[in-house]
């Protein structure tokens, strides 16, 4: 495999080293194609990504991806979403579930369900005008992006519990109907079992009771916060692992970003890191070696291995180090 890795900056920096420690006990042949994106590239060089970086990244089977910090410049354009368009990678793919030895706000619980968010359109369109008085973003729906993104959140519900529940906002805005009549029929073409929720009150239910959930299709803004108010469900942002999938291109990445707060000690989680690659080796069709990452991440978990924030002693590398090890013994 020709992998992409992609640092990134802030905890990028510490959670994606810890990963790849994790990547080298599997002992798979993995070509790594190193770029450098981001906040610490565009203070070099004026230029956060280039034409060039994304042939590079193009070229690779798949991208792994830390996180990069946005520069404070008005005229900046984002490096994930230009990733995101450059490859047309439309699913953004977020699994919830707790994990052994952590406790989320509602203490130990049962769920495991995945928000699809669509990842190219919405009010990520890009289409903006910025003034003095008044700034415009257009939010765009389309029929294709519905439809593709419906259709994948379908196939996903199949080879799970078959449900689909669309979010959206369409009793004010009304580009959400499109989105909800798309979805709606890409479900009944498919034979899902399918409900809808409005955002605002789905937020609510899916906080307090998160077992009722499996595939949650959505638009773009309102996947990104449902995900990071999920962490909450599990335990903490530095937790969940996700996807984005294209036709031609994946990309991997934790859900988090570069924790300017924390970035530099050596504290950040790298499980969210760590599982994105289990979600890499799974796209890749390395089950097994993902299956032993998934596992390992648990025997860390349960011998209490883990950072600050989820109550623990051990730095980013620490626990990096500690499941490479486990890999390294179990597939010896
Ligand atoms: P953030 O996700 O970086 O951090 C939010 C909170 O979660 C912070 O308190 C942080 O310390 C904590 N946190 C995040 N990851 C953690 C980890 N692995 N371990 C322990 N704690 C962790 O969100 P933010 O502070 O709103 O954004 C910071 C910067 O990151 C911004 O410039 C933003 O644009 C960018 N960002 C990038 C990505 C990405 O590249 N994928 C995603 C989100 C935000
Ligand atoms: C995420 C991030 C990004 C998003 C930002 C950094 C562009 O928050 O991946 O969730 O909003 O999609
Ligand atoms: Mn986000």
Same mark, same amino acid.
């Given at each position: 495999?020709?992998?992409?890795?992609?640092?990134?900056?802030?905890?990028?920096?510490?959670?994606?080293?810890?990963?790849?420690?994790?990547?080298?006990?599997?002992?798979?042949?993995?070509?790594?194609?190193?770029? +450098?994106?981001? =906040?610490?590239?565009? /203070?070099?060089? $004026?230029?956060?990504?280039?034409?060039?970086?994304? @042939?590079?990244? *193009? #070229?690779?089977?798949?991208?792994?991806?830390?996180?990069?910090?946005?520069?404070?410049?008005?005229?900046?354009?984002?490096?994930?979403?230009?990733?995101?368009?450059?490859?047309?990678?439309?699913?953004?793919?977020?699994?919830?579930?707790?994990?052994?030895?952590?406790?989320?706000?509602?203490?130990?619980?049962?769920?495991?369900?995945?928000?699809?968010?669509?990842?190219? +359109?919405?009010? =990520?369109?890009?289409? /903006?005008?910025? $003034?003095?008085?008044?700034?415009?973003?257009?939010? @765009?729906?389309? *029929? #294709?992006?519905?439809?593709?993104?419906?259709?994948?959140?379908?196939?996903?519900?199949?080879?799970?519990?078959?449900?689909?529940?669309?979010?959206?906002?369409?009793?004010?805005?009304?580009?959400?109907?499109?989105?909800?009549?798309?979805?709606?029929?890409?479900?009944?073409?498919?034979?899902?079992?399918?409900?809808?929720?409005?955002?605002?009150?789905?937020?609510?239910?899916?906080?307090?009771?998160?077992?009722?959930?499996?595939?949650?299709?959505?638009?773009?803004?309102?996947?990104?916060?449902?995900?990071?108010?999920?962490?909450?469900?599990?335990?903490?942002?530095?937790?969940?692992?996700?996807?984005?999938?294209?036709?031609?291109?994946?990309?991997?990445?934790?859900?988090?970003?570069?924790?300017?707060?924390?970035?530099?000690?050596?504290?950040?989680?790298?499980?969210?890191?760590?599982?994105?690659?289990?979600?890499?080796?799974?796209?890749?069709?390395?089950?097994?070696?993902?299956?032993?990452?998934?596992?390992?991440?648990?025997?860390?978990?349960?011998?209490?291995?883990?950072?600050?924030?989820?109550?623990?002693?051990?730095?980013?590398?620490?626990?990096?180090?500690?499941?490479?090890?486990?890999?390294?013994?179990?597939?010896?």
């Amino acid at each position: 495999m020709k992998l992409a890795i992609v640092e990134g900056d802030g905890v990028g920096k510490e959670v994606i080293p810890a990963a790849i420690e994790v990547l080298d006990a599997l002992c798979l042949d993995v070509e790594k194609v190193p770029v +450098e994106l981001g =906040y610490g590239k565009w /203070e070099k060089t $004026g230029s956060a990504i280039t034409d060039e970086d994304i @042939v590079t990244l *193009k #070229e690779c089977d798949c991208v792994f991806f830390g996180a990069v910090t946005t520069p404070p410049d008005p005229n900046y354009k984002s490096v994930l979403l230009t990733i995101r368009k450059e490859l047309d990678m439309y699913a953004n793919i977020r699994p919830i579930r707790p994990l052994p030895g952590v406790h989320g706000i509602l203490g130990r619980s049962n769920f495991n369900f995945v928000i699809v968010r669509e990842n190219t +359109e919405g009010l =990520y369109s890009g289409i /903006e005008e910025i $003034g003095e008085n008044a700034s415009y973003t257009k939010r @765009v729906i389309t *029929k #294709e992006g519905s439809r593709r993104i419906a259709e994948y959140a379908c196939k996903l519900a199949k080879s799970r519990q078959n449900e689909l529940i669309i979010v959206h906002k369409s009793n004010v805005i009304k580009s959400d109907r499109l989105f909800l009549d798309v979805s709606r029929q890409a479900a009944i073409d498919a034979g899902v079992v399918h409900r809808d929720e409005l955002v605002d009150s789905f937020a609510y239910n899916l906080i307090t009771s998160p077992w009722k959930y499996d595939v949650i299709v959505t638009t773009n803004l309102f996947g990104d916060i449902l995900s990071d108010m999920s962490g909450a469900l599990v335990g903490g942002l530095g937790l969940l692992p996700s996807a984005n999938i294209g036709t031609k291109h994946a990309f991997f990445e934790p859900v988090h970003g570069s924790a300017p707060d924390i970035a530099g000690e050596g504290i950040a989680n790298p499980i969210a890191a760590i599982l994105s690659l289990k979600m890499l080796l799974e796209w890749h069709g390395n089950l097994a070696e993902a299956a032993i990452v998934e596992e390992a991440v648990d025997a860390a978990l349960n011998m209490g291995v883990c950072t600050p924030d989820l109550g623990g002693k051990y730095t980013t590398s620490e626990v990096g180090d500690i499941i490479a090890q486990y890999i390294k013994t179990r597939i010896e």
